[in-house]
């Protein structure tokens, strides 16, 4: 059972927005707010990459550089969920993008993380 479950993805044109969302599973329940959360993309024929991630506080963020300026992450410890806002988006922002939970610090190296979601197809495309 996956600990973890990822919404929002869909099809989107260019310049629009989407508000993903990376939340806790509730039977059981996965204590979602004492991990810093990663959010990640892969697309057809590439390897999965690092987009986002988020201390467990919320107090530090980090971005790709692809990303910077148009995607915001955030998190509500009341709702056990991270979101990652994205704005501006681009043909190449299409993937399928997955959060995940580690203990370490945030990063955006795969490795890091130990637990995944099934992730969420986005589709930007006119």
């Known amino acids: 059972q996956r600990q973890l479950v990822e919404s929002g993805g869909g099809l989107v044109q260019p310049g629009g927005s989407l508000r993903l969302s990376c939340a806790g599973s509730?039977?059981?329940?996965?204590?979602?707010?004492?991990?810093?959360i990663g959010w990640f993309r892969q697309a057809p024929g590439k390897e999965r990459e690092g987009v986002s991630c988020?201390?467990?506080?919320?107090?530090?963020?980090n971005y790709a550089d692809s990303v910077k300026g148009r995607f915001t992450i955030s998190r509500d410890h009341a709702k056990n969920t991270v979101y990652l806002e994205m704005n501006s988006l681009r043909p190449e922002d299409t993937a399928i993008y997955y959060c995940?939970?580690?203990?370490?610090?945030?990063?955006?190296?795969?490795?890091?993380?130990?637990?995944w979601g099934q992730g969420t197809q986005v589709t930007v495309s006119s």
């Open positions: 995940a939970a580690g203990v370490s610090p945030p990063a955006l190296e795969v490795n890091e993380y130990d637990y």
């Open positions: 509730r039977t059981p329940r996965f204590p979602l707010n004492y991990f810093a």
């Open positions: 988020i201390s467990n506080s919320g107090e530090y963020t």
